[in-house]
């Protein structure tokens, strides 16, 4: 089964035993039935760069997904974001009629996309219709994930990993917002460490996988080691990553505790509380933040 049907199975399964699921679970449901049902209409790409030229990209730190290689049927794409403003509505006091007009605007929608995209600033789309940038990012966002994890389920295994190591999808561009240390014995930064135990990135935008330093921010590249630390849970299963020098926290799951299947993307919403912790001790979501980015 495909990781999103996966995790759409164990919320049905929860809901039966529990009854109901909380708020968060049932947006978090909703809004992926949309995208799971979008992805069947969206072609699977055939990689058109050899292996050699994916590489060489890659060598120069350059996402494989730039947006003009993106691949967007904006029919599909209006559809899908009226269906994500829809949900958003339904589950939060958001102003649905605000992000509607920006949704019949064909030409307004494409330019937001692509400066969301492209990492710019939203405020010139977002002030215009009285919504908030960070809504009009998560309506976007909802809308083209479809699109972007079919892209990325076709190109990341081509992703040679010993030749990325950047804090930055080698797929989209997007900042990573869950990590995990994984069972193998990955060579880390040119070490074996200890038990096995690389780290890994997770993307907030794509879902895509990437190896990474375990001793380093994946957001202002700190490496200084007093000025990187952890905090973990009493089963030590989880982690809460933070970097004293551009105050992001990163959560991470370590997989060497649990014999379970961990379906990744749905950690992220399983530890909200680890966001309210990072967030009482003075952090904040790297993914999400404006701290200094060096990467690219």
């Excluded at 120069?60 to 403003?85: K, M, R, T």
């Excluded at 939060?92 to 990492?119: H, I, M, P």
């Excluded at 991470?252 to 990744?264: F, N, V, W, Y």
Aim: glycine share 6%; charged share 25%.
């Amino acid at each position: 089964m495909e990781i999103d049907d996966k995790i759409l199975e164990r919320l049905e399964e929860w809901q039966q035993k529990e009854g109901s699921l909380p708020e968060i679970l049932k947006f978090y449901r909703d809004l992926l039935r949309i995208q799971v049902g979008a992805q069947a209409s969206i072609p699977s790409p055939r990689p058109e760069k050899t292996t050699s030229e994916i590489g060489a990209q890659v060598r120069e730190g350059i996402p494989l997904l730039e947006w003009n290689a993106l691949p967007v049927d904006w029919s599909i794409f209006q559809d899908l974001f009226q269906a994500v403003v829809t949900t958003i509505s339904e589950h939060t006091n958001a102003a649905a009629e605000s992000l509607r007009e920006v949704a019949s605007n064909t030409s307004l929608l494409q330019e937001a996309t692509r400066a969301w995209y492209e990492g710019s600033p939203l405020s010139q789309w977002a002030d215009a219709h009285g919504i908030a940038d960070e809504l009009l990012a998560a309506a976007i966002h909802g809308a083209i994930k479809p699109f972007l994890v079919v892209q990325a389920k076709a190109l990341e295994g081509l992703v040679p990993q010993e030749l990325w190591r950047r804090g930055y999808c080698p797929i989209c561009g997007g900042k990573p917002d869950f990590a995990f240390l994984s069972k193998g014995q990955e060579h880390d930064s040119g070490f074996l460490s200890n038990g096995g135990g690389a780290r890994w990135l997770l993307c907030s935008r794509c879902d895509s996988k990437w190896l990474f330093q375990r001793l380093q921010c994946p957001y202002c590249n700190n490496q200084k080691h007093d000025a990187l630390a952890y905090f973990t849970d009493d089963s030590e299963l989880y982690r809460l990553y933070i970097c004293k020098r551009c105050k992001s926290y990163l959560k991470a799951i370590d997989l060497r505790r649990t014999e379970s299947e961990i379906l990744l993307p749905l950690e992220r919403v399983l530890t909200v509380d680890m966001d309210r912790q990072g967030q009482e001790e003075g952090y904040r979501a790297g993914w999400a933040s404006t701290a200094p980015d060096e990467q690219q």
